[in-house]
């Protein structure tokens, strides 16, 4: 893929000063781009490294006008963050576009495949299963027994999806992501034993959602777990049986939901926090990365923080007083010995 | 798989009240059941949804009267949740019955496998390999070289098994778990690098362990990691090398057991809970979810918690407290200020 | 594998005491091992094991003389320690040695594979990929578009490399860790849903490095996630994009670093820390185990330990003052009742 600054300023609605026939042929940051590179400069911040740059072309604000001299030619544009973005897109679903059926791949008769897909090799699609249009099932991914996949989804390699799971349209799962494996449920038995409960519910997740690679997200015991339109899960979280995750609720990296636990819609949760079972998040909860949330959070849309957790406010404060431990005791001792003293004088 | 009312009588051996012919070819939750599915009522505080539900069948105490007009036909048994569970667990048997060897697969010649296993596209059973009968190798998984598995075991899509190591019976490993993987050992050089120690030991799990999605159970530098008996391991778990799990100890999402720590039997181990290397934790033992374990435990059947981890009574306390923190402060302020007075009236 | 006492005597340069000819095929620790073993004595603590051992060949330091009778034959070296490191190693290699290309494996007729690798059955190497001489891509590995391995790597099962990404020599990678998935970048819409921002970026994994199973290392947004030299990561471990790992710095399980920060060199960081995005951590920083890092830390050389972490002696102190937190509350209230006694006995 290669581009004149000419068909860029094109492609962007935008004008083009210096040389329109320069040509690139990546993206890069404009502190790093090197001959050849499109780059950007929305900050203002950055403009002393747009007259050291070495990018073949760089996008600006059109009302910019440099003020020393520049090697790099000029698109402007009326938002250059935008149309940086509007590349970087086309960019990525150019570098990422993959079609038709690779052998050997397993894909049994039962299975229904859409218009247009991409199978990779050594990907495996079960009986039942039913693949949308688009969609993109990349090398050694499973697909189980029955499993429904909407349009224009993308499971990237090694992604195991249990049978009986229905995923809507334009869902991206990482790799080695795990839907559907079986919630955490024994029965204690008199002998100190534990006795398996059949977890036979599924995993629901709706559009637009995208899970990170190494995530677990396990079946409900029965029902769904649910995960709803617009959620995004970094990678390495876990969501245990039968919990549910409001729409466009966004989840960072190691953090665990336990099970049965509903987070409301577009709530906000921080790395390696921790849910316990069986409690609601009210909606747009704003939760610190490390928190363990114990109870369930009925006013909406507050911040949260320390484990366990109580409000962000009160936390800091805590957190500082914490801080100043060891001379809070060593004043005790002090107030102590004045007391002591007073006494003392008294008698 | 249909079912009638009439046949689910038998199979449970109950009495059937209302229509006999009626089917069912799903389970569900009494408040969430649809007409064709079978549920159950065994807690009385579900009782309204008795009367609500859309339920083909319901399975019931066998001295259940209903108080309102019913819709489904009802199964009257000794224990109805033990009859669900019964039935639960053997839909799952045959939802998840899977035989005979799939094609393309990797087999070594010199590899043993037992009767009536299955084998899923893309699994890899390397040389010397050993696959007992009734055991289920799902699509891409991997059995190293020299892997001893028992019979009745299921590793799931991805499951990867190093080398030599020795899984008993009716084991279930969910997708994309590690079993055998390097344990951590580098030791440090003068320049600051470090050269790995090399790991030849082993994993070697014992009967009816149950392991989670995305678990990582690393392999002893010499010897054995032992993951005994009944040990059920939730997703996302790290085991290092040379660590011991005692039998039916159970342990939740996200946890960490660093190198060469022993935990006891019929310990119950919260989710995201760290315990460092070299100690024991006596048997029967409870730690709360996010504790820090970083000494040994020697009492049997406490309660833990908190990072470091305490008593769980000591720790509640402690936490009761310290939210009171900025409090405490203040009234050693007025104590200080209060002493001040006193001398002043003094002097 | 089968040596006699008298060869190892040769390969290690020692000198031997007592038959020559036993024969040993295992390794093993001195307390476990059983006869047909190779082990060794450095540890002058472990000398009564010496005594009681079924060890057939034990390499001991050459000034050792036992004080009782023994049934091992023993092998004098100058170093007992190093020299079965070098065993060790060198039963490792043979045991890990494989070579050719398995089938069926997909590799792409423009991937350039090196002179004297292994690709096992079901690995797939993508177009424009580069495998290096002597590297090992065992079953079920994935090598995505344009990714660079050097010459000596290792990718364990199941390994997924997106593509685009930079390795060097030397590197092993532990199964199901994932290189190269996207960063967790998402733009908030007014609306409350949110628009992904495309993941351009790259991993860069210099010489040296190993990675844990079911580790996630995030592609940069733009130019590079690096993880530098010598870098050694645990398991479960998430990396998120743009950070940087530098040379020679250790990593424990199930730690977090987020987006932009970086870790200086010959750093030590314990399991389950989580360090938040955009600081930069100082050079041989050692972080305990479960902390958390809120803000930049530019001391070379120091311990930390809380979350949010304070210096490792602050912490500790604190900890101790925390446990005695309910004894300070009752402190204050006896200062009370002591300054409101003085004041009544005044008045």
Not at 107 to 131: D, K, L, M, R
Not at 231 to 246: M, S
Request: overall charge negative.
């Amino acid at each position: 893929m290669q581009f004149t600054a000419h068909q860029i300023g094109i492609l962007l609605n935008g004008t083009v000063e210096g040389n329109p026939d320069v040509t690139v042929n990546k993206l890069a940051r404009i502190e790093e781009a090197k001959a050849g590179s499109l780059s950007f400069l929305a900050n203002p911040k950055y403009e002393p490294f747009l007259y050291q740059t070495e990018a073949s072309v760089v996008i600006v604000n059109e009302d910019f006008t440099p003020s020393q001299t520049i090697q790099s030619t000029l698109v402007k544009v009326a938002d250059p963050y935008s149309a940086f973005s509007v590349l970087l897109e086309k960019y990525n679903t150019i570098r990422l576009d993959k079609k038709g059926i690779e052998t050997p791949s397993f894909i049994h008769p039962e299975a229904q495949i859409g218009a247009n897909v991409f199978i990779g090799a050594f990907a495996y699609i079960s009986a039942g299963a039913v693949i949308g249009d688009n969609s993109k099932i990349y090398p050694q991914a499973f697909v189980g027994d029955n499993v429904q996949i909407g349009s224009d989804c993308t499971l990237f390699p090694g992604v195991k999806i249990y049978s009986d799971c229905v995923l809507g349209n334009r869902i991206v799962i990482h790799s080695n992501a795990v839907i559907g494996s079986d919630g955490f449920g024994f029965a204690p038995q008199p002998d100190g034993s534990y006795s398996k409960v059949s977890q036979i519910g599924n995993v629901v997740i709706e559009d637009d959602v995208e899970v990170g690679s190494n995530t677990s997200i396990d079946r409900a015991t029965m029902g769904s777990t649910f995960i709803r339109k617009g959620v995004k899960l970094d990678n390495l979280i876990q969501i245990a049986h039968n919990a549910e995750i409001g729409a466009n609720t966004v989840i960072a990296s190691q953090t665990g939901i336990s099970g049965s636990s509903k987070i409301g819609e577009n709530a906000v949760i921080g790395g390696q926090v921790g849910v316990v079972g069986h409690i609601s998040i009210a909606k747009g909860s704003q939760i610190q990365a490390k928190s363990g949330i114990n109870r369930s959070i009925e006013e909406e849309g507050k911040k949260w923080a320390g484990a366990p957790a109580t409000s962000y406010h009160n936390n800091l404060r805590s957190q500082v007083v914490l801080q100043r431990l060891p001379d809070l005791e060593r004043k005790i001792e002090e107030l102590n010995r004045a007391i002591a003293e007073l006494k003392n004088n008294k008698s």
